[in-house]
Nanobody, 124 residues
Framework: QVQLGESGGGLVQAGDSLRLSCVAS????????AGWFRQAPGKEREFVAL????????YYTDSVKGRFTISRDNAKNTVYLQMNDLKPEDTAVYYC?????????????????WGQGTQVTVSS
């Protein structure tokens, strides 16, 4: 497993942008699929975006398509989530996740490494 640490959260207004970063410790991060999840108060953790080991493939939940972009820089062991046109319903703690097992999934159980989360709050 790798250790993950997120940063970049904050308090913004509707329509603003934020970029979250997730830095992974250890070697061979390029062998891990990575994803972003979020959890709002009183709700279950939900999938946001997923990126393949090489970065060639990405996948998004419908509610963020066209607004959020996931990317990675394996040379820096970092995964990013660029969030544009933020809405109040995007308010949540955002978690970075990674997994190096065979397969490609968007459920929390598909990931074995998790960060501590970063708070994103969008005011109307």
């Amino acid at each position: 497993q790798v250790q993950l640490g997120e940063s970049g959260g904050g308090l913004v207004q509707a329509g603003d942008s934020l970029r979250l970063s997730c830095v992974a410790s250890g070697r061979m991060f390029s062998t891990y699929n990575a994803g972003w999840f979020r959890q709002a108060p009183g709700k279950e953790r939900e999938f946001v975006a997923l990126i393949s080991m090489s970065g060639e493939s990405t996948y998004y939940t419908d509610s963020v398509k066209g607004r959020f972009t996931i990317s990675r820089d394996n040379a820096k062991n970092t995964v990013y989530l660029q969030m544009n046109d933020l809405k109040p319903e995007d308010t949540a703690v955002y978690y970075c996740a990674a997994d190096n097992r065979e397969g490609w999934g968007s459920q929390p159980g598909d990931f074995t490494s998790w960060g501590q989360g970063t708070q994103v709050t969008v005011s109307s």
